[in-house]
């Protein structure tokens, strides 16, 4: 079994940046590729990006060059480097694997944007 716990969320204003983590425990062997993804009040939830371990990154077109996914093997973490923010991007954030395991969606994380 494998626990995801997403942290860093919080309120920003508009072209502000926040930095999410996402600490995995657990089984993470399984898991080839990780991702985020974003859910906004009434609305489906969405894939904003997914790296493959030591391999590429990608992204949605509404965050491409805003938004960094980054690594730390050592400490089983992903990183989302939130950049330029836009209240548009205001939605719960969540990491899992890619594709995502259902059991492994966690709390997620508020990220807010706001004047």
């Known amino acids: 079994q494998v626990q995801l716990v997403e942290s860093g969320g919080g309120l920003v204003q508009p072209g502000g940046s926040l930095r999410l983590s996402c600490a995995a425990s657990?089984?993470?062997?399984?898991?080839?590729?990780m991702s985020w993804y974003r859910q906004a009040p009434g609305k489906q939830r969405e894939l904003v990006a997914v790296?493959?371990?030591?391999?590429?990154?990608n992204y949605a077109d509404f965050v491409q060059g805003r938004f960094i996914m980054s690594e730390d093997n050592a400490k089983n973490t992903v990183f989302l480097q939130m950049n330029s923010l836009k209240p548009e991007d205001t939605a719960v954030y969540y990491c899992?694997?890619?594709?995502?395991?259902?059991?492994?969606w966690g709390q997620g994380t508020q990220v807010t944007v706001s004047e």
């Open positions: 790296a493959i371990r030591g391999g590429n990154t």
């Open positions: 657990g089984s993470t062997s399984s898991i080839y590729a």
């Open positions: 899992n694997g890619a594709p995502p395991f259902e059991a492994y």
